[in-house]
């Protein structure tokens, strides 16, 4: 198999891996997700979009 073709799928090459983690630990960092220790990064932004949709 040719490993050029797939260069860019592997996950280092990839941006949205370090920037979803870096969002996840500044999210983390925050007083809100402190609030809720057992809420993801992923709960929180759901969260925030439902509570915007509902207001």
């Known amino acids: 198999m ?16 370090p920037l979803y983690a870096a969002f996840g ?6 007083d809100r ?3 809720f220790p057992d809420l993801t ?4 932004i759901s969260m925030t979009v439902l509570r915007k949709q509902c207001s």
Do not use: V
Request: proline fraction near 0%.
């Open 2 to 17: 040719n490993d050029t073709k797939y260069k860019a799928l592997k996950l280092e090459n990839q941006l949205c891996f």
């Open 25 to 30: 630990e500044m999210a983390s960092r925050t």
């Open 33 to 35: 997700i402190r609030m």
């Open 41 to 44: 990064y992923t709960r929180y």
